[in-house]
């Protein structure tokens, strides 16, 4: 099982990434993907999350409007476009998968997480 994690980076405020992770060794339709993120000093948190079908989408309340998930079945690959980066989404990226219960569920709980990546540095300076 591997999440390749990509896209990270240095941008400045307001600026614009879009992260990828490629999934390989595992069923990707049957699982819900998310991203999740780790500050230095902080826990890592949920930002946001696609069901195993990409018809249902969450997002935490300070990404909102920012971020867009959206995930490629052709290609097993999740992706998350930011948009207006703010210097407090400086952060350690993560990829996640979990088994999903069906193809609108997914889980903001990273107990749920069955796999994940290894991680994209994304820095944005004021």
């Known amino acids: 099982v591997q999440l390749q994690a990509s896209g990270g980076g240095l941008v400045q405020a307001g600026g614009s990434l879009r992260l990828s992770c490629a999934a390989s060794?595992?069923?990707?339709?049957?699982?819900?993907m998310g991203w999740f993120r780790q500050a230095p000093g902080k826990e890592r948190e949920g930002v946001s999350f696609?069901?195993?079908?990409?018809?249902?989408?969450h997002y935490v309340d300070p990404v909102k409007g920012r971020f867009t998930i959206s995930r490629e079945k052709r290609k097993n690959t999740v992706y998350l476009q930011m948009n207006s980066l703010k210097p407090e989404d400086t952060a350690v990226y993560y990829c996640?998968?979990?088994?999903?219960?069906?193809?609108?569920?997914?889980?903001?709980?990273?107990?749920?997480?069955?796999?994940w990546g290894q991680g994209t540095q994304v820095t944005v300076s004021s």
């Open positions: 996640a998968a979990g088994r999903a219960l069906n193809r609108y569920a997914y889980s903001l709980n990273r107990e749920d997480v069955d796999y």
């Open positions: 060794g595992f069923t990707f339709d049957y699982h819900y």
């Open positions: 696609v069901s195993a079908s990409g018809e249902s989408t």
